[in-house]
């Protein structure tokens, strides 16, 4: 059974960092992408950011690209999405997932497993 788990989030003042971990049980078939997805309070799921399984390419919403970034240590089964520069509209619970494929990787649909979310708050 695949399974995700997403830590690292918190509380932090605005313009401070975290770093958010998402660890698979390593069941997974690979090779897969890896995205991360973020829920507002009463927004809708929106795409954050990906990487392919072998690091080399990945694809950033505009309203983080340059803020945050995201790598993964496949020997550990975990990515990373470091987060700086933080404001307050980048408060949500952010979700990692899992695709088999190479498509459409911004849309939630294309995923086949997720975790449990990690929320993080930026306090202005």
């Known amino acids: 059974q695949v399974r995700l788990a997403e830590s690292g989030g918190g509380l932090v003042q605005a313009g401070g960092s975290l770093r958010l971990s998402c660890e698979d049980s390593?069941?997974?078939?690979?090779?897969?992408?890896t995205g991360w997805f973020r829920r507002a309070p009463g927004k809708e799921r929106e795409f954050v950011a990906a990487?392919?399984?072998?690091?080399?390419?990945?694809d950033y919403t505009d309203s983080v690209r340059g803020r945050f970034t995201i790598s993964r240590d496949n020997a550990k089964n975990t990515v990373y999405l470091q987060m700086n520069s933080l404001k307050p509209e980048d408060t949500a619970v952010y979700y990692c997932?899992?695709?088999?494929?190479?498509?459409?990787?911004?849309?939630?649909?294309?995923?086949?497993?997720w975790g449990q979310g990690t929320q993080v708050t930026v306090s202005s």
């Open positions: 990487i392919n399984w072998s690091g080399t390419n990945t």
């Open positions: 997932a899992l695709s088999g494929g190479l498509l459409r990787l911004r849309l939630p649909f294309s995923y086949n497993y």
């Open positions: 390593g069941r997974t078939v690979r090779p897969y992408t």
